[in-house]
């Protein structure tokens, strides 16, 4: 059964465009099951909301330029195919886009409209919020150095903060802006400097030729409108030609969007939102599960079934494509991005997604899943740890929050932070407090079935001695930055890509042309092995519902009512609560006892429990200072020149500590129930053979420039 006819929202209905993965349209994002909406779930009985800490993805954009000439290339497939009766499209389909280096990566206005629409919504559900004078102090605005994070930004505020009146605007009446024509008195005094008739009647006609041109001109505004003429103040009409603009004068008939004041920091040296990318360790893991990960993704028949996974569509495809040649694996993904294009931001599922069956589309979602898992969340610590800066802002801006609104009146007291950045952010953000981590995988001893569907992130790290290493990580950071800016700079003109893998990057594998094409037994997959959770769509770990476009994290922060404070104190009730938000549903805090109402959780065990995730100086432990301090370290063995990585993995073949022992092999994560933020969901380390039980949502057990998504 074909997607052309799946593009609906009835129930039980295959619908395409929430299979999208990160790709995936806010407005058909995953919801977390049980979880009530922010705006079904009324405020803590006898608290009210005093500060609101939001960390948000960007909205929906277009394709990279990567992924744009990955699509564009397309066209030679289609060309070889013979099947038009069935598939009509193919006869007439050409490239997409034409102009790659000034549309790559951009908002779309649909993304525009998906921050828009949120802050709409968070504004009318905490208006003694938003309904707040702005200033800057009071309402900080972070995004990262790229145009569509920053664009995001834009587009929330402009619909957050309240439109402001131009009552009080003075009209514009600068002589240098738009100066009065010459008057009869000035002409006058020309004639007494000597001018004769004769003279003096040119001047007249210039004059008037000037005169008429300008009342042509300024009788119709830069929009085409006619323009109002005023009284002068003896109440007689003036000349055009001696009255300024009146437009000049007019008051504004709307009010607009308040301006607002953003910061952010250079993309090379932002460790708050852009951690990944100011990480030598990260980078060098992030670079070798690559290297295996596109083998796997890819796979080679016979061993398709069980390393591949586009691989084991080329053959059906090949079929219904009517294609006259062989179709590489490569293709098969560019299929896929094709159809996530069509689907995600054109609603279309009759051209592309027509090639796949929902079974197919299914698979394709949960191998980008497994991606996303193994390179930003929980497939190996490093994914996750290096959002400690990011969870340390969020504990602190609570905290200065909670202490001036607990202060004299009069107190400024910061009624919100708001963050824009990547889905590389988000991800290890929510990882790192302990949502959505998958049930501890079946170990190795398991059925074929079970085992054919979990990594050891030790292993991963084991393997890089068998892969080429770097005596300074530090520079491998400063390389890829700079072949980062020689991309941008030949996207701009045309020219073509690197051939390796961008840093930090959701699509930084080679499947694109101009690049070198990976051999899937070149880096094969760490030795025992497989993904830690199956293919089934009823999965909590999807793409859809972390970290859709417009994907975000609040913390609402709450203050008991100071009418209730006798009482509530009596009675052990915690004088600030913290209620964790995502995606606008209200989910538990990760090992909170929620001694207050709900959900809720209490500041002071909120910051407790939060205290071991948010080192201030993890970035040096996990990833190694900056560049000399780095090369320094090395020279005296001090970080062995491994950028920090030895901190973080064992290098020696003793399994993580974030690993257990099982019989046949080693697994991730601790035994228990799986669930999104329930308790155990703490995100500690592990000790190697101890076994940690959780519940709940998320709980323990179990995303350019070109390079952030």
Known sequence: ??????????????????????????????????????????????????????????????????????????????????????????????????????????????????????????????????????????????????????????????????????????????????????????????????????????????????????????????????????????????????????????????????????????????PLLRFFDVCPAYAQHDEYTEKWMGGWMQGRPPDSTSRGNWSALVPALEKRLGLSRDMDPCEVEALWQLCLLEAGLEGVGNRACSLFTPQEAMQLEWVDDIHLLETQSWGADINYRIAAPLLRDAALSLKGAAAAASSAPGTAAPAGRLLFAHCETLVPLATLMGLFRPPAPQPPDASAAAINAAVSAAAAQRHLLQVDTLEDLSMLVNDLHRLNDQDARKAATGGKARAKGRLGSEDSHSCYPGRAPVDPDAVPPPEGWYPMFPNDDSRLFKGSRLAPYAANMALVLYRRREGRAAGAAASGSPQHLVRLLYNEQVLPVPGCGAAGSGSDCDLDEFLELMEGKMDADALDRLCGPAATAARAAAATGGLRGDGGASLMFDRKGVPSKSLRHRPGGFVRGGGGSTGVGGSGGDGKVVVEGAAEAGSGVGGKVGGDVAAAS
Request: glycine share 8%; aromatic share 8%; charged share 20%.
């Open 1 to 270: 059964m074909a997607l052309a006819a799946m593009l609906s929202r009835g129930a039980g209905v295959f619908d395409v465009r929430r299979h999208l993965g990160t790709k995936t349209r806010y407005a058909y994002r995953l919801a977390v099951p049980g979880a009530p909406s922010i705006y079904k779930q009324p405020d803590p009985e006898g608290y009210e909301p005093v500060h609101l800490w939001l960390m948000a993805r960007h909205g929906t954009r277009w394709p990279t330029s990567d992924r744009m000439l990955q699509i564009n290339s397309l066209e030679s497939l289609f060309q070889d195919s013979r099947n038009t009766a069935d598939h009509p499209w193919l006869s007439n389909w050409t490239a997409p886009f034409p102009d790659v280096g000034f549309l790559g990566g951009e908002l779309h206005p649909i993304g525009a409209d998906e921050l828009w629409g949120l802050a709409y919504r968070l504004r009318k559900r905490f208006p003694s919020l938003a309904g707040l004078e702005y200033l800057p102090k009071r309402f900080p605005v972070v995004s990262t150095q790229v145009a569509r994070t920053a664009a995001s930004a834009s587009a929330f505020t402009a619909g957050f903060f309240p439109e402001v009146g131009s009552a009080a605007d003075p009209a514009d009446d600068s002589p240098s802006v738009n100066p009065a024509a010459p008057s009869l008195a000035a002409r006058g005094a020309g004639a007494a400097a000597g001018g004769g008739p004769g003279v003096r009647a040119a001047e007249e006609k210039v004059v008037v030729e000037v005169e008429e041109e300008r009342v042509a001109v300024m009788d119709v505004d830069a929009a085409g409108r006619p323009r109002l003429r005023a009284a002068d103040a003896a109440g007689g009409l003036l000349s055009a030609a001696d009255e300024l603009d009146a437009s000049l004068r007019e008051v504004p008939a709307v009010k607009r969007p308040q301006a607002v004041a953003m910061s952010m920091a250079p993309k090379a040296a932002d």
